[in-house]
């Protein structure tokens, strides 16, 4: 009887296989429907019954040997395939993670909290006031009537002839004083955004953060306003450092002041941080000018008080030696990354 296939050759192609697709590339070769095999059944019909059963034997049993040579080197090359998935998708659990904490230490919100609690450990108490504010509190009860030459000092953003987007953190002195009816003490800081039409460079941004002092009491005088700056000054950089009030022109002070801090990178000798001066200016404050008090119902003949307003993105540059305010802003975490600590 013809053989049809050497099934000797057909199990050393199978053992060869090197992966399921050649497998199965052969198993069409050889059972398919246009394999050999196949094809030669349709010659049964030619042949006498004896030869018929014989043939027909004969197929069958070569069907059961592919079919079972096929399915064990299936098999094998399953697993095969297994342990090199295995293999290659192994994690190595040993290893550092990747870091993922996406927040930091903000390095204005670091100053402001550092700054109120300095504030809040000798009295005072914490206020806040809208950024979207009136003209009559950001200028008028300030001491700043329209037409004022002075409102050129800040340029600001108006959203009509009387709302805008207040330029200092100063109306909450107002707003505060308002709500006392004529009666002290009052001792308040207030943090706060400020915007002004400045165009952002290294040292100016359009947008920026305040922190406003006021204190009005019966018996305030400048000592006080001295003492209390010097404390502040020296929290902020260093218990060696000395203040110098300059005189300087504010609507709403009277006298009033520039504050310079003595320079905590040289001590005062003159360096490049202090541009060989000595002194670092840090924020402007004054004594109240009588007709704020007036005009917020507190007699200026019984009333005294001070107020202060720092600018808290120079600290931090001063403080963390930070040469462009944009740096603040960024969001760059390469730069942010520096800042963080617990809060
Ligand atoms: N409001 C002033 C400014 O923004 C700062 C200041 C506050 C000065 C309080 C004196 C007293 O420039």
């Not at 090359?77 to 040993?94: A, G, P």
């Not at 400045?198 to 306003?225: C, P, R, W, Y």
């Not at 000054?233 to 006298?255: D, H, N, V, Y």
């Not at 360096?271 to 507190?298: D, Q, R, T, Y």
Request: proline share 3%.
């Amino acid at each position: 009887m013809e053989k049809i296939i050497n099934l000797d050759e057909a199990k050393k192609l199978i053992l060869e296989c090197k992966n399921l697709k050649q497998l199965n590339d052969l198993r069409i070769f050889y059972l398919g429907k246009k394999s050999l095999l196949n094809q030669s059944m349709s010659k049964m019909a030619k042949l006498s019954p004896e030869e018929r059963v014989a043939f027909g034997k004969y197929i069958n049993t070569l069907k059961q040997d592919l079919n079972y040579l096929l399915d064990e080197q299936k098999n094998n090359l399953e697993i095969i395939e297994l342990n090199e998935r295995l293999q290659n998708e192994t994690i190595d659990i040993s290893l550092d993670g990747d870091d993922f904490s996406s927040a930091s230490y903000g390095i204005i919100g670091g100053i402001v909290d550092e700054i109120c609690n300095i504030g809040i450990g000798i009295g005072f108490s914490i206020a806040e006031g809208p950024e979207v504010e009136n003209d009559h509190y950001n200028f008028e009860m300030l001491n700043l009537p329209k037409d004022h030459p002075a409102r050129d000092m800040q340029d600001t953003f108006y959203i009509n002839d009387n709302e805008l987007l207040r330029s200092q953190t100063s109306p909450v002195q107002v707003r505060t004083l308002l709500s006392h009816n004529g009666e002290g003490p009052v001792k308040i800081l207030c943090p706060g955004k400020v915007y002004r039409r400045d165009d952002d460079d290294a040292t100016h941004s359009h947008q920026f953060m305040q922190i406003e002092g006021l204190v009005v009491d019966k018996n305030i005088t400048m000592s006080d306003l001295k003492g209390i700056l010097l404390l502040f000054a020296r929290k902020m950089f260093g218990e060696k450092r000395t203040i110098r009030l300059r005189s300087s022109f504010f609507p709403f002070t009277e006298p009033s002041v520039e504050v310079d801090v003595s320079c905590y990178n040289c001590n005062g000798k003159g360096c490049n941080v202090c541009k060989n001066s000595g002194w670092i200016e840090i924020l402007g404050a004054g004594m109240v000018h009588p007709n704020v008090l007036k005009m917020s119902g507190f007699d200026p003949k019984i009333y005294r008080g001070y107020a202060f307003g720092i600018g808290v993105e120079r600290i931090a540059m001063l403080r963390y030696g930070i040469d462009d305010m944009r740096h603040i802003y960024s969001n760059d975490i390469r730069v942010l990354s520096q800042f963080k600590k617990e809060r």
